[in-house]
Nanobody, 127 residues
Framework: QVQLVESGGGLVQPGGSLSLSCAAS????????IAWFRQAPGKEREGVSW????????YYADSVKGRFTISRDNAKNTVYLQMLSLKPEDTAVYYC????????????????????WGQGTQVTVSP
């Protein structure tokens, strides 16, 4: 059974930091990519960051570039999202997603590219 389990969310003050984890299990083949998305109340799901677990290449949305860092530990089947200099507008439920099927035509941070999703972890940035 394929599972993606996020952890590490919480409440933090503006300017603070958090580190999220996405633990993957049950995959019977390699996956092409892992991405982090977020969804704030009343807003559409937004792609945040992307990583190719095979070569470590990364990609970020402009809104988080320079503040967030995505990384992976293949031995642990875990992808991380380190978030620095957090802002109130970063408040959202954060999801990780895995792409296991080869697809073309979708950008790295298009949700349609992904086959499996975690349950999400809440990040709240507030004084």
């Amino acid at each position: 059974q394929v599972q993606l389990v996020e952890s590490g969310g919480g409440l933090v003050q503006p300017g603070g930091s958090l580190s999220l984890s996405c633990a993957a299990s049950g995959f019977t083949s390699d996956y092409y990519a892992i991405a982090w998305f977020r969804q704030a109340p009343g807003k559409e799901r937004e792609g945040v960051s992307w990583i190719n677990p095979n070569d470590g290449s990364t990609y970020y949305a402009d809104s988080v570039k320079g503040r967030f860092t995505i990384s992976r530990d293949n031995a642990k089947n875990t992808v991380y999202l380190q978030m620095l200099s957090l802002k109130p507008e970063d408040t959202a439920v954060y999801y990780c997603a895995a792409q296991v099927k080869f697809r073309t035509g979708y950008s790295r941070l298009n949700a349609r590219r992904y086959d499996y999703w975690g349950q999400g972890t809440q990040v709240t940035v507030s004084p």
